[in-house]
């Protein structure tokens, strides 16, 4: 039940947070970059990750866990546009179709994302990433085409931008461990 309270404080400190900058401390700076310089768009990353500080100062945990939220909040605020604008104002059939996959695909990012939340909150870091993974899977589900453009376009390209940082963020926060080296039978 704390772990609700607690997902349920950061949900809305994030949404409501105020929009005052803050420009991170070298160190804090050099993790951002760290993060965003493995994704295919920096600016965006470091937008993201700087828009979501209160403090100059900040932990990799803390990161960790703003992006891990922010990922999740995405996912929710893009099933509820699915549903209650996209899917009941799709004109055409090939709307319809993409949007509906959408919606599938969108509920179980949802479900990935938050219990990708719940096991950082456990500080069980492999599970964290593992529910991320099967999340960015999932995000694949919903099919769009630039060549068609709908607002799925830009929402699939975001959230997987999102998760993307949340991954990596994670992987500082604790790294996979090494490869096993094979023993060779003779």
């Avoid at 599938?104 to 870091?125: F, G, S």
Wanted: proline share 6%; glycine share 2%.
């Amino acid at each position: 039940m704390a772990y609700v309270h607690l997902l349920m404080s950061l949900l809305i400190f994030i949404t409501f947070k105020p929009s005052i900058s803050v420009v991170p401390d070298p160190p804090t700076q050099n993790l951002i970059n760290r993060i965003c310089k493995q994704t295919i768009d920096f600016k965006f990353c470091n937008q993201t990750i700087t828009s979501q500080l209160i403090r100059k100062q900040t932990s990799i945990k803390t990161i960790a866990k703003l992006t891990a939220a922010k990922a999740w909040i995405n996912a929710i605020q893009t099933l509820d546009n699915i549903e209650g604008t996209l899917l009941p104002k799709a004109k055409n059939k090939r709307d319809k179709t993409e949007f509906d996959a959408c919606r599938k695909a969108y509920k179980l990012v949802d479900a990935h994302l938050d219990n990708a939340l719940k096991y950082l909150y456990l500080r069980d870091y492999r599970f964290m990433r593992a529910y991320q993974a099967l999340a960015l899977v999932n995000i694949s589900m919903c099919r769009t085409s630039f060549f068609h453009p709908t607002p799925m376009v830009y929402a699939n390209w975001n959230m997987k931008m999102l998760t993307d940082i949340a991954i990596y963020a994670g992987k500082i926060l604790s790294p996979p461990p090494p490869l096993r080296k094979k023993n060779k039978t003779p």
